[in-house]
Protein backbone atom coordinates (compact mmCIF):
# COMPACT_ATOMS: atom_id res chain seq x y z
CA UNK A 1 0.00 0.00 0.00
CA UNK A 2 2.96 2.42 1.07
CA UNK A 3 4.70 1.46 -2.37
CA UNK A 4 1.69 2.15 -4.26
CA UNK A 5 0.74 5.71 -2.44
CA UNK A 6 4.77 6.60 -3.09
CA UNK A 7 4.28 6.45 -6.93
CA UNK A 8 4.32 2.50 -7.88
CA UNK A 9 2.17 0.61 -9.79
CA UNK A 10 -0.26 -1.64 -8.23
CA UNK A 11 -0.07 -4.39 -10.22
CA UNK A 12 3.65 -4.82 -10.55
CA UNK A 13 3.43 -4.38 -6.67
CA UNK A 14 1.10 -7.34 -6.19
CA UNK A 15 3.35 -9.88 -8.39
CA UNK A 16 6.64 -8.63 -6.36
CA UNK A 17 7.98 -10.40 -3.51
CA UNK A 18 9.49 -9.62 -0.24
CA UNK A 19 13.13 -8.52 -1.67
CA UNK A 20 11.61 -7.21 -4.27
CA UNK A 21 9.49 -4.85 -2.66
CA UNK A 22 12.64 -4.33 -0.10
CA UNK A 23 14.56 -3.28 -3.72
CA UNK A 24 11.39 -1.10 -4.89
CA UNK A 25 11.77 1.04 -1.48
CA UNK A 26 15.20 1.54 -1.86
CA UNK A 27 14.86 2.84 -5.40
CA UNK A 28 12.28 5.20 -4.38
CA UNK A 29 14.25 6.47 -1.25
CA UNK A 30 17.61 6.61 -3.38
CA UNK A 31 15.98 8.40 -6.02
CA UNK A 32 15.14 11.32 -3.40
CA UNK A 33 11.52 10.01 -2.16
CA UNK A 34 8.17 9.02 -3.45
CA UNK A 35 6.59 10.61 -6.16
CA UNK A 36 2.81 11.65 -6.07
CA UNK A 37 1.28 13.36 -2.28
CA UNK A 38 3.32 14.68 0.77
CA UNK A 39 1.01 12.30 2.08
CA UNK A 40 2.13 9.31 1.04
CA UNK A 41 5.60 10.43 1.33
CA UNK A 42 5.24 11.09 5.14
CA UNK A 43 3.99 7.84 5.24
CA UNK A 44 7.09 6.43 3.46
CA UNK A 45 9.29 8.28 6.19
CA UNK A 46 6.76 7.13 9.15
CA UNK A 47 7.89 3.75 7.90
CA UNK A 48 11.99 4.24 7.61
CA UNK A 49 11.24 5.28 11.38
CA UNK A 50 9.31 2.49 12.58
CA UNK A 51 11.57 -0.24 10.95
CA UNK A 52 14.83 1.81 12.88
CA UNK A 53 13.15 2.32 15.69
CA UNK A 54 12.46 -1.17 15.71
CA UNK A 55 16.47 -2.34 14.28
CA UNK A 56 17.81 -0.51 17.69
CA UNK A 57 15.05 -1.89 20.28
CA UNK A 58 15.96 -5.27 19.13
CA UNK A 59 19.76 -4.41 19.12
CA UNK A 60 19.08 -3.03 22.99
CA UNK A 61 17.14 -6.36 23.88
CA UNK A 62 19.91 -8.51 22.32
CA UNK A 63 22.42 -6.79 24.43
CA UNK A 64 20.79 -7.29 27.42
CA UNK A 65 20.17 -10.60 27.06
CA UNK A 66 24.20 -11.12 26.70
CA UNK A 67 24.32 -8.95 29.79
CA UNK A 68 22.51 -11.25 31.82
CA UNK A 69 24.30 -14.14 30.28
CA UNK A 70 27.46 -12.87 31.39
CA UNK A 71 26.15 -12.03 34.87
CA UNK A 72 24.75 -15.02 35.09
CA UNK A 73 27.89 -16.86 33.84
CA UNK A 74 29.95 -14.99 36.21
CA UNK A 75 27.49 -16.21 39.48
CA UNK A 76 28.02 -19.66 38.66
CA UNK A 77 31.73 -19.12 38.48
CA UNK A 78 31.70 -17.27 42.06
CA UNK A 79 29.11 -20.17 43.30
CA UNK A 80 31.34 -22.91 42.11
CA UNK A 81 34.46 -21.62 43.61
CA UNK A 82 32.51 -20.65 47.11
CA UNK A 83 31.43 -24.26 47.32
CA UNK A 84 34.89 -25.78 46.25
CA UNK A 85 36.25 -23.04 48.96
CA UNK A 86 33.84 -24.76 51.70
CA UNK A 87 34.73 -28.34 50.18
CA UNK A 88 38.10 -28.25 50.93
CA UNK A 89 38.11 -25.84 54.54
CA UNK A 90 35.76 -28.85 55.58
CA UNK A 91 38.72 -31.21 54.27
CA UNK A 92 41.25 -29.56 55.56
CA UNK A 93 39.24 -29.53 59.37
CA UNK A 94 38.46 -32.99 59.13
CA UNK A 95 42.12 -33.42 58.39
CA UNK A 96 43.50 -31.38 60.82
CA UNK A 97 41.30 -33.36 63.02
CA UNK A 98 42.84 -36.20 62.55
CA UNK A 99 46.19 -34.60 63.01
CA UNK A 100 45.38 -32.77 66.06
CA UNK A 101 44.53 -36.07 67.85
CA UNK A 102 47.68 -37.35 66.86
CA UNK A 103 46.09 -39.99 64.47
CA UNK A 104 48.08 -41.61 61.49
CA UNK A 105 46.11 -42.60 58.27
CA UNK A 106 45.95 -46.28 59.44
CA UNK A 107 44.66 -45.12 62.64
CA UNK A 108 42.20 -42.48 60.91
CA UNK A 109 40.42 -45.02 58.49
CA UNK A 110 39.94 -47.67 61.54
CA UNK A 111 37.93 -44.70 63.49
CA UNK A 112 35.96 -43.59 60.27
CA UNK A 113 35.10 -47.37 59.80
CA UNK A 114 34.30 -47.62 63.55
CA UNK A 115 30.63 -46.97 64.64
CA UNK A 116 31.91 -43.83 66.37
CA UNK A 117 33.43 -42.93 63.62
CA UNK A 118 30.48 -43.12 61.04
CA UNK A 119 28.22 -41.68 63.60
CA UNK A 120 30.36 -38.75 63.79
CA UNK A 121 30.41 -38.39 60.41
CA UNK A 122 26.73 -38.80 59.64
CA UNK A 123 25.84 -35.85 63.05
CA UNK A 124 28.69 -33.63 61.34
CA UNK A 125 27.14 -34.41 57.55
CA UNK A 126 23.61 -33.51 58.15
CA UNK A 127 23.34 -31.63 61.46
CA UNK A 128 26.63 -28.94 61.13
CA UNK A 129 24.98 -25.74 59.74
CA UNK A 130 27.55 -24.93 58.09
CA UNK A 131 27.56 -28.52 55.52
CA UNK A 132 26.17 -27.93 52.23
Not at 16 to 30: F, T
Not at 77 to 83: A, K, L, Q, Y
Not at 112 to 117: K, P, Q, R, V
Amino acid sequence: MRLARAGEDEEALVQMDHPQLLQAMARILSDGGPKGDVSGAIEVRLWEFDLEEKRVEKEREEKRMENEMEIRARQLEIDREVHLFQLQTRQDTQTGDANATGLDTESRRAWDESLAGRTKWYFDTFFTPNAC
